[in-house]
């Protein structure tokens, strides 16, 4: 019986992540920084090295920091696509892996802002 539960609490917590990744369209600029199509403020990691074509958000650090999903039609311009450690796929801005702040709760929020000196709004 736990096992059933441990499952269905992984696959809760994988449909939760999931669900803050996908984006639906390509992202857009608001007050300078880049949020989602929905508002979302969009964030950059430091320890991700531009044009390395990974993320190095993964496991725990993902639940966090949700990846933001590719958009069906990559946008033009500094947008690229990285792989992740899973195999999925991640928008990525000026060759930097893209994240939304799970704290972030309404459009606009920018509460993951200098968090711990690594993660930052990112600024077109």
């Known amino acids: 019986m736990k096992t059933r539960q441990i499952c ?3 696959l809760t917590s994988a449909t ?3 669900g803050f990744a996908q984006a639906q369209s390509a992202p857009k600029v608001a007050d300078g920084i880049l949020v989602s199509d929905t508002g979302m403020t969009l964030y950059s990691f430091d320890k991700d ?4 074509g ?3 958000c993964n496991g725990p650090c993902a639940t966090n920091w949700p990846p933001v999903a590719v958009p069906a039609k990559l946008p033009a311009g ?3 696509v990285v792989t ?4 999925s796929t991640q928008l990525a801005y000026d060759g930097k892996p893209l994240y939304l702040y799970a704290a972030d ?3 606009g929020e920018r509460t ?5 000196n690594v993660w930052h709004l990112v600024k077109e």
């Open 8 to 10: 269905l609490a992984l």
């Open 16 to 18: 939760f992540i999931a």
């Open 49 to 52: 090295v531009a044009g390395s």
């Open 54 to 56: 990974k993320s190095t």
């Open 78 to 80: 500094k947008y690229s």
């Open 84 to 87: 992740r450690d899973d195999g």
């Open 105 to 107: 709760k309404k459009a």
């Open 112 to 116: 993951g802002d200098n968090f711990k």
